[in-house]
């Protein structure tokens, strides 16, 4: 709860009536004073529903650069594409058993191939930032090839306009939460031709 509530709340001036759809759920927090009951739940659903929908999500704007905030834990990896700071998607992998044994830089190398490869449509012929708190690949794409793993995933970032930046790991909030949690969401457009259609079919006994 308390890492729903850090993650919900980095993007809580987005969300309208934060602090009231949350306080249910941050009162349950205090010392021993925990109760699941069907307030406690109505409100992590209603905030669950807040944190995915406009205006938390935004549509890209590809006349600006994009950023893509990467973060890989024990567990799993965790990316964020955003403009402006304001989030376009989310994307978590569970990692395998094999990969949850290989170093901090192996798994964060490939949180950005992943995060990068699942963007693609969003990142492949315009501008974009990287940031992870790894130091070490800031200078990614200049270090000389010397593994499988490299040789495995580096070529996926050919063809990327791209810098990458370090972040420090207070300012990593929403990758540190995701990288331990695992959904996705996105924004997209709604139509609603299709409903349209099937309820002008229903009212026709023709069709």
């Known amino acids: 709860m308390r890492g729903f509530l850090r993650l919900t709340g980095y993007y809580n001036k987005l969300i309208k009536g934060y602090a009231s759809i949350a306080t249910p759920l941050s009162n349950s927090l205090k010392k021993e004073n925990f109760h699941w009951n069907d307030h406690t739940s109505k409100a992590f659903d209603n905030l669950k529903a807040a944190i995915t929908k406009a205006p938390v999500l935004a549509l890209p704007d590809f006349s600006k650069a994009f950023t893509l905030e990467t973060d890989a834990s024990g567990i799993g990896i965790r990316a964020v594409l955003s403009q402006e700071q304001h989030p376009i998607a989310f994307f978590t992998k569970k990692f395998t058993p094999r990969m949850q044994r290989q170093s901090a830089y192996i798994r964060e190398s490939y949180a950005i191939t992943e995060a990068v490869a699942k963007f693609r449509h ?71 031709l299709i409903q349209l259609l099937k309820e002008a079919i229903q009212a026709d006994s023709q069709l």
Do not use: C
């Open 122 to 192: 969003y990142l492949h012929g315009h501008r974009f930032v990287i940031k992870t708190d790894q130091r070490s690949l800031k200078s990614l794409t200049e270090q000389a090839i010397q593994t499988p793993e490299q040789q495995k995933w580096l070529h996926k970032l050919l063809g990327y306009d791209f810098s990458i930046e370090n972040k420090l790991d207070n300012e990593n909030l929403v990758a540190d939460s995701l990288s331990r949690s695992f959904f996705m969401a996105w924004s997209e457009p709604k139509l609603k």
